[in-house]
């Protein structure tokens, strides 16, 4: 008892306090668009993109594309793209995760007050891995640890989508995670909405168009909360759904 109550005294207190005013040092988030004029005719950065993510003329980033990969930096001759460690990224719209140097940011998460109503206090939320690498999943489970520790904002992690109001998709959507994805999405009961983590979600990212992807879902039911990253943060996540349901921290 002794030995715990010393541990706990070394490492005080482990939690973040404020997620919403958290520093993540060394992490790589929200793009920088300078004010930098590109070379004539220069893609380099595009070209460099792995997902596709930049647009030129003018220069755009596409969040729910981008990996967070930082290969576009280092190629661009005017320095005119960099890296912050910005984590709040999550849009409540797909179009609200293009970036430029006239919209620096994503759209602010738009707060839901049926959603307020109905989960403000209680939350419950089923994670769906719909043939992802394992990347965005491991972040989603720390949600609950002592870190980021979602559940005193009375948001769990549930095992059964019997018990869920939200499906978090994490993964590209397989052709062999299609059918179990739906099965998953049917048990759940109404009201119900879809959370969207990570770009192999998002978009399919890397996988985007590969024959192994199914993605039909995602045009019959689309998502109310898009959280890029590759893999995306739990901060991201939480900070997001904090938004959506309008929850103070």
């Given amino acids: 008892m002794l030995k715990s109550i010393a541990v706990r005294v070394s490492q005080g207190s482990q939690y973040i306090k404020d997620p919403r005013k958290a520093d993540p040092v060394g992490f790589r988030g929200l793009p920088v668009i300078g004010k930098e004029l590109c070379e004539a005719d220069c893609r380099r950065c595009a070209d460099a993109c792995p997902t596709q993510a930049i647009d030129v003329d003018p220069v755009r980033i596409d969040l729910g594309r981008c990996i967070m990969c930082g290969d576009c930096a280092p190629v661009c001759p005017s320095k005119k793209i960099s890296y912050s460690s910005q984590f709040q990224l999550a849009a409540t719209s797909r179009d609200g995760l293009v970036i430029s140097q006239a919209r620096p940011r994503p759209d602010p998460v738009k707060v839901s007050q049926a959603l ?5 206090r209680s939350m419950k939320l089923r994670s769906v891995s719909a043939g992802g690498c394992n990347g965005c999943e491991l972040e989603v489970n720390a949600l609950t640890n002592v870190n980021f520790d979602i559940g005193r904002y009375g948001i769990d ?4 989508p019997r018990h869920a109001d939200g499906l978090i998709l994490t993964g590209p959507i397989t052709l062999n995670m299609a059918l179990a994805l739906q099965l998953c999405w049917d048990a759940m009961p109404e009201p119900k909405i879809v959370i969207a983590v990570g770009a192999c979600a ?8 590969a024959a192994g992807v199914e993605r039909s879902f995602l045009e019959r039911f689309k998502p109310t909360l898009f959280v890029p990253g590759c893999p995306a943060h739990p901060l991201t996540m939480v900070c997001g759904i904090l938004d959506l349901l309008g929850i103070e921290s």
């Fill in 116 to 120: 307020h109503r109905r989960f403000g």
């Fill in 157 to 160: 992690i549930v095992a059964s």
């Fill in 202 to 209: 998002i978009s399919a990212g890397l996988f985007e168009n």
